[in-house]
């Protein structure tokens, strides 16, 4: 598995005590440093200012380029460095997104800051622009599926692609918490109508749950879609150590959906984008384990107990299925 890193995502800091601290990249890559996990690493460039407006709004970058030193949300402040920071987190996902499409090779972007809360003429909850988004641009495939595992919905991924039919939008994250957004009867506009799943759970679900929706909606509607390639938000804070979320993944449940998803994708072309993630072991163990699965090393999982054995979201599930159904052969 390929990794795209820049040393530059370590200096921005958000303000002291904020939970999406450099810690989140640091820690993992200590771990998988201590596996002789950490080759094949690619340094990317930053993202262009054309690049960047593939997803948003130009009033939106310029807002991100000129703001003074300040919070644009409650959570998310902007330093100076900020924007030529996310140029770069930007690049990162365009480098992901490149390699995986052009050399078959599953790929983890370990970026900062995040993106997906931020829209096409908007930012918040630590996003400023839309990495993942900003890479799928770029590639503008036939058909491109990008699964959000976030916890949060990817409020900004929606809003990009709600109208778009050449690329399926797929999120599953804990209802009723941050940006809110996300409801099952979402589902796109106009000719992106039916390429908008949101898959919304109450806190406490976890394993089995997800095996299910894996089951039932998210693999037969990527069958159906036959996307050219994936593209992934992973945050690991739908972790059941996470302090921001109370949704249950283990970190064996995270590295199975990972599986299934590599598995899926058409060569091998599937790139994950860094997301949330604020349980600085779990967000270890899970990311190390993910690039371990391609270095024929066996890393240890300790956080493997999940309380969801018996399916507690099924009635979710099968709700979003009844919303689905219209469009995809669920
Ligand atoms: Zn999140």
Sequence with gaps: MAIVFHERYFDHVQYEGHPESPERLAIPIKRMLELDLWKD???????????????????????????????LDPDTY??????????????????????????????????????????????????????IAIAARRMYLERTAIVD???????????????????????????????GSGDARTVGKGRGEGFTVNIPMRGGIGDATY??????????ILHQYDPKMI?????????????LASLALSSKAYLEI?????????????????????????????LSALVGEFCGAEVPLRQIYSKDVEVMGREEV????????????L
């Excluded at 200012?49 to 300040?70: F, K, M, T, W, Y």
């Excluded at 949060?152 to 994250?173: A, R």
């Excluded at 593209?231 to 150590?241: F, T």
Aim: proline share 6%.
């Design 41 to 71: 690493v690619t340094r990317p460039g930053p993202a262009s200012e054309e690049d960047i407006l593939l997803a948003h709004s130009p009033q939106h970058v310029s807002r991100i380029r000129n703001s003074p030193e300040g919070f």
């Design 149 to 179: 595992i976030d916890v949060h919905h990817g409020n900004g991924t929606e809003d990009i692609f709600l109208e778009d039919d050449k690329v399926l939008f797929m999120s599953t994250h804990q209802r009723g918490i941050y940006p």
């Design 211 to 220: 095996m299910m929706i894996l089951d039932r909606i998210i693999e037969p």
């Design 258 to 286: 990972c599986r299934r998803l590599i598995a899926i994708a058409p060569d091998r072309r599937i790139a994950f984008m860094l997301e949330g993630g604020y349980a600085l072991e779990a967000t270890a163990e899970v």
């Design 318 to 329: 099968e709700s979003v299925i009844e919303v689905q159904k219209q469009y995809w052969n």
């Design 78 to 131: 902007i330093h100076k460095d900020t924007y030529e920071i996310a140029l770069l987190a930007a690049g990162g996902s365009i480098e992901a997104a490149r390699i995986a499409h052009d050399c078959g090779k599953p790929t983890l972007a370990l970026v900062r800051p995040p993106g997906h809360h931020a829209g096409r003429d908007f930012c918040g909850g630590f996003c400023y622009f839309n990495n």
């Design 231 to 243: 593209l992934v938000s992973i945050g690991v804070d739908a972790h059941y150590s996470d302090p």
